[in-house]
C-alpha cells in the first residue's frame, strides 16, 4: 500500500472515532431528532432524510445549484466528491463515478453508471445529456446499486428530480449575459390547487464558440444553442393518491467540437485557444449528413408516476418512462485542414420502461418489493469519408518527403493522386460506413427488507434477481480503395447487409447495508454490496469477421464501505472509506479507428470521499468536500498491456471549498457572495495511460455575488466560472489518435457576466 493510502486512510479512521465522542456531548445537551431543514431524499424509493440512507450519498439542492451558479452537469461534477462528468459533446458525456467512466456510443455495449431522470432509467449515453433547471434536486448514489437502480447501476447512479407542481400561483425568471457573447435564459410557471396543478419550465443558452476556425463556410468550435422545455402536471385527488406526468424536451444544435491537432498546420494547441482550421469534407452535406461540423440533437422524454397509500403502512408505486433520442454529430478527426479523417455519428434510438413497487413501513420493519421490466433499440451509423491519396500520405507517408499539411494550413499531400497516377486523377474521393445495433431487454424482481431491532440499530438486505436478453447487429460498407486496392478502414465488409447474434444471461445482485444511530442526528453506516456491467456481445469480433459475436464477459465488483454522516453543533457532513475489487473489468479502446470492448482483467480501488458544512450564522455557511482514491487495473502479468494503469478520466484527489454569504442590509434587502476553488489532480485519458494524453492538476476559482430586492423577489446577480483563465484540456487522444494523429480538446475559457432574476 502506498504512503498516500495510508494516511488517507489512518486520518478516515481517526475522524471515524473521535466523532461518537463529540456526538455523546451533542447528545447530552438535547440535540432533536426533527430538523425542518433536513434534506428529504428518494434514494431507496422512499422519503428518507438523506443522514439516515445507510449508502454513501451526496446531494445538491436546486437551491444550493442556484448559489453556486452551477447551469451544467459538468459544472456541479466539480462540487461532489468521487463525480466527474466530462462532457464533450451533449453526444457524448462521460459520467465518472469513483474512477469508473460511462461514456460509450456504442449501441451493444451497457452502461456502468445508471442516470435516473424522475425514477426512470436514461442511461444510454447518447440519450442522457440534458439541461439542468429547475431541479429539486441531484442525488449522487456511490457504490454499486442495483437493487435500487437497476443492472446498470454498476459503480453508482445520478438521480435528477424535477420541482413538481405545487397549490398556488408562482414563477420566476432569469435571465444572464456574458462574454462569448452568451445568453441564458429560464424560469418557470406552476398554477393549480391542492387537487390539480401544472408547471412550465424551461432553458435556453446561446454563446460564440471560443476557438476561432478558420475553415470558408464553418463556424468557431464549441458555439452552444440549447433548448430545454418541461412540463409537469400534478393530480392529488386525496390525500392517499398522487399522479404525476412530465412531459419533456431537450435541444442542441451546436457548432463543431474543437479536436485540434499538435502536429497538422496552424492548429497547434501549445497555446490551447489558437485558432483551429477544422473544415471537414467537401462532400459532407452527401455523405456525413451535414455542410457543417456539429451537433444536431433532439430528446423526447415522458414519465408517468402513480403513488397510492391504499392501506395502514403500505404503498404501491408504479413508475412508468419513455424517451427518444436522435443526434447527429459530424466532426473533423484529424483537426487539420486535410481531407483525412471525416466522420460523423448518427446516433438514434428509444428506450421505455415500467416498474411497480409495493413498500411498506412501521417502527419496526421496512420494506419494498416489485418489478422492472426495460427494453431499449437504438443504433450508431459512422460514415467515413476522405481523399485518398490526402489518406495515404498522411497515414502511410507513401511519397517521401511530401508531408501531409503544412503550417501554413496548406495541404501537400492532397498532390499525392496526382504524383502517384502520373497526373491522371487529381483527387480521388472515398467513402465507407459502418453501423451497431443493440436491442436490449432486461426483466427483474428486486425486494428490500429493513429490520429496527433496537431503536439505534438498522439492518437492511436486498436482491435484485434479473433475466438479460441481448441482441447485437452489425452493418458495413467498406468498398476496396481505387488505385490502392484494399479497404482503408480495416473492418468486415458485410455489402449493407445486417448481421445479428443474441446471447441471454442471469445475474442476482445482493446488497447488505447497517446503520447505528448515535443520536438521533449522527449516523454510523456500512454496506456490501454486488455490481455487475452487462456482458458485450460484440460484433465485428476481435479477428474482424462476421462469423461469429465475440462476448466479451460481464465486469463485477464487490464493494465493502464504511463511514458516518449527520451533524453535530453548526457541523454537519459525512466520511466514508471504500474498497471496491473488480473481476473482468472492461475497458473501451480505440483500434484502427474503432472503440471497442476489452476485458482487462482484475481491478482495484481504495478511497475515501468526505463532505463538511458549517453554518457558522444564519447569514453566513462553509462548504468542503475532499475525493481520494488509489485504485486502477491490478499490476499484474495476466491483466496484459492494461496492467497498473489508472483508470481514465480518474483523478487521485479532488476536493472543493467556499462559502455562502447571505447578509441582511435591513428587512427587504441582502447582499450575498458564493466563491468556490475546486481542485482536480492529474488524470489520463486513455488506457493504457500515456503522458502525451493526459492533463496536468487543475484549479479554478468560481465566483457568484449581488444584491437580493423585495424580499428576495428581484436579484441582481455577477458570476465568474474560471476566474483566473486557467487552460487545460478536456479531452485527448480520440479517434485520430489510432491513426497517429492524437486531437486535443480545450475546455472552457474563463466565463463572466450578469444575471438577473425576478420571482412572483
Known sequence: MKFGTCVVTLLAGTALAGLPAIASAAEAEGTESSDPNAIIVTSQ??????????????????????????????????YVPGLNVQVQSANNPGFVIRGITSDSGSAQQGPRVTLYYNGIDISRSRGAYQGIY????????????????????????ISFVSTKPQPGTSAALTASYGNLDAYRVEGFVNAGNDVIAA???????????????????????????????????????????????????????NSGTPFLSKNLGSTAVEGLYDRAYLGGSPLSGQLLGSDKLGLDRDVYDANLTLAWDFADGWNFTTVNGYRHFDALEVFDADGSAAWFLEFAEHAKGWQASHEGRFTYSDPQWRASFGWNYFIEDSSQYVPFSTELGTFLQ?????????????????????????????????SVPYSSWTKNYGRNQTWSMFGDVSWTPVPELELTGGARVLIENRRSGYASNQPVAPIYGAILLPYPDT??????????????????NALYRLTPNLNLYATI???????????????????????????????????????????????????????????????????????????????????????????????????????????????????????????????????????????NTS???????????KIYFEIPNSEAISQAPVTQVNLRGGVSLMDGKFQVAGYARNLTNKTY????????????????????????????????
Open 45 to 78: 424509493k422512499i422519503e428518507q432524510r438523506a443522514v439516515d440512507v445507510p449508502i454513501t450519498l451526496s446531494v445538491q439542492t436546486g437551491e444550493r445549484m442556484r448559489e453556486l451558479g452551477v447551469t451544467d452537469i459538468g459544472e456541479l461534477s466539480n
Open 134 to 157: 429547475d431541479l429539486d434536486r441531484v442525488e449522487v448514489v456511490k457504490g454499486p446499486q442495483a437493487t435500487l437502480f437497476g443492472t446498470a447501476a454498476t459503480i453508482g447512479a
Open 199 to 253: 408547471r412550465i419550465a424551461g432553458q435556453w443558452k446561446k454563446r460564440d464558440g471560443y476557438i476561432e476556425n478558420l475553415a470558408p463556410g464553418q463556424d468557431d468550435l464549441y458555439a452552444q444553442d440549447q433548448l430545454g422545455l418541461r412540463g409537469s402536471l400534478r393530480y392529488t385527488p386525496t390525500s392517499d393518491f398522487t399522479a404525476d406526468l412530465v412531459f419533456t424536451y431537450d435541444r442542441q444544435r
Open 394 to 426: 498522411c497515414y502511410a507517408k507513401l511519397v517521401p518527403g511530401l508531408g501531409c499539411v503544412a503550417p501554413n494550413n496548406s495541404v501537400p499531400a492532397s498532390a499525392t493522386a496526382g504524383v502517384v497516377t502520373g497526373g491522371l486523377l487529381t
Open 495 to 512: 455489402a449493407g447487409e445486417t448481421v445479428y447474434s443474441r446471447r441471454s444471461y442471469a445475474a442476482v445482485l445482493p446488497r447488505l
Open 529 to 667: 454490496s454486488k455490481g455487475r456491467r452487462s456482458p458485450v456481445v460484440q460484433l465485428p469480433n476481435a479477428r474482424n469477421t462476421v462469423a461469429f459475436a465475440e462476448e466479451i464477459p460481464s465486469e463485477t465488483v464487490w464493494n465493502y464501505e464504511a463511514g458516518i454522516k449527520g451533524a453535530v453543533g453548526m457541523f454537519s457532513g459525512s466520511l466514508g472509506v471504500y474498497y471496491d475489487k473488480y473481476d473482468d473489468f472492461q475497458v473501451s479502446v480505440i483500434e484502427n479507428g474503432r472503440a471497442v470492448t476489452r476485458s482487462a482483467g482484475t481491478a482495484s480501488n481504495l478511497g475515501v470521499e468526505a463532505e463538511l458544512e458549517a453554518r457558522v450564522t444564519d447569514w453566513l455557511s462553509a462548504f468542503g468536500n475532499l475525493g481520494f482514491i488509489s485504485g486502477g487495473i491490478d499490476d499484474k502479468a495476466a491483466n496484459g498491456v492494461f496492467a497498473g494503469n489508472q483508470f481514465r478520466l480518474q483523478p487521485k484527489w479532488q476536493w472543493a471549498a467556499g462559502f455562502n454569504l447571505n447578509a441582511p442590509i435591513d428587512q
Open 671 to 681: 447582499l450575498f457572495l458564493t466563491p468556490s476553488v475546486t481542485y482536480r489532480s
Open 729 to 760: 484540456l478536456l479531452d485527448a487522444g480520440n479517434t485520430g489518435g489510432s491513426f497517429g494523429y492524437p486531437t486535443f480538446i480545450p475546455a472552457e475559457p474563463r466565463t463572466y457576466g450578469i444575471e438577473i432574476t425576478a420571482r412572483y
